[in-house]
């Protein structure tokens, strides 16, 4: 998957986009200690996780009675300010992540403003730590050298249940992105790991979303043609993102070295791939 991102300050999309090719750089020139060039580009550069599942991992700690983890200091889990810190992450996305359950037993609603709720609750106990995040200005401000910027999204577009103006609902909440289902079929669209092919796509009221999409996406799928006409001409305020898992190899490494353009590659890393016992952030 190909993204053109082009509503990020050239100021912020540097930052992010020239990390690889900065890191490549540096630890093929340089013969200091790679570990050392390591924390000296983290104290320098704005470092995003796209999907962190944290949230409905306390909310699993919660129901099962077992005591959350403080997520403000050091866990056993995957995540928490000491680690993020240590590593020098800045902006994690926070998974609202509903299970597919939730679309059946109708707990969608409920169980996603719990989940938001449980982070709006962390920053306000946390504000030295902590940072809830809105806006590109926000992650422009953020202090990065002292507090942890969140962002949220909404991984599963059930909690919607019908009824559009949740969309704005959720937004004023701190829900900046929304996926439109999961592991099964929902109200608004199929999916692709569901045997269970009930709409064929979207759904009729998930046909409601196609007409502000399609305004949304028009200048980015026109855009797009750059893998068929010409590479060189994309606006030099667009990156090129790319989603990997292991091993993949993409036809847009291929356009990033010809013309030169700014990347960043987005790999996919879960614990289990590695035996990590841990819990899954």
């Not at 000491?82 to 409920?110: H, M, Q, R």
């Not at 949740?166 to 909440?173: M, N, P, T």
């Not at 999409?213 to 305020?237: H, R, T, W, Y």
């Amino acid at each position: 998957m190909v993204y053109l991102i082009h509503y990020l300050k050239p100021s912020v999309m540097l930052k992010i986009l020239h990390i690889s090719f900065i890191s490549f750089l540096l630890f093929s020139c340089s013969e200091e200690d790679p570990s050392n060039l390591g924390e000296e580009l983290a104290s320098q550069l704005l470092i995003i996780d796209t999907h962190i599942d944290v949230p409905y991992r306390l909310l699993e700690q919660h129901e099962s009675g077992q005591e959350i983890d403080d997520i403000s200091k050091m866990t056993t889990g995957n995540f928490d300010f000491t680690k993020a810190k240590s590593g020098g992450l800045n902006v994690p996305f926070f998974s609202i992540y509903l299970p597919a359950e939730t679309e059946e037993d109708g707990s969608a609603y409920k169980v996603a403003n719990s989940l938001i709720d449980m982070v709006q609750d962390i920053v306000t106990l946390n504000p030295d730590k902590f940072t809830l995040i809105k806006s590109t200005d926000d992650v422009l401000s953020l202090n990065m050298r002292e507090t942890v910027g969140l962002v949220l999204g909404m991984e599963n577009g059930a909690p919607i249940q019908g009824d559009l103006s949740r969309v704005q609902l959720f937004y004023d909440r701190g829900i900046r992105y929304i996926t439109l289902t999961h592991s099964k079929t929902n109200h608004i669209s199929d999916s692709s790991y569901d045997e269970n092919i009930q709409w064929g796509g979207l759904s009729d009221f998930g046909n409601f979303w196609e007409e502000p999409l399609k305004v949304m996406l028009k200048s980015i799928n026109e855009e797009a043609q750059f893998f068929k006409d010409d590479p060189a001409g994309i606006p030099d305020q667009f990156g090129l993102f790319s989603t990997r898992s292991r091993g993949e190899s993409r036809p847009e490494d291929r356009i990033c070295r010809r013309h030169l353009r700014p990347c960043s590659r987005l790999g996919y890393f879960e614990p289990t791939f590695d035996g990590d016992p841990r819990g899954m952030d």
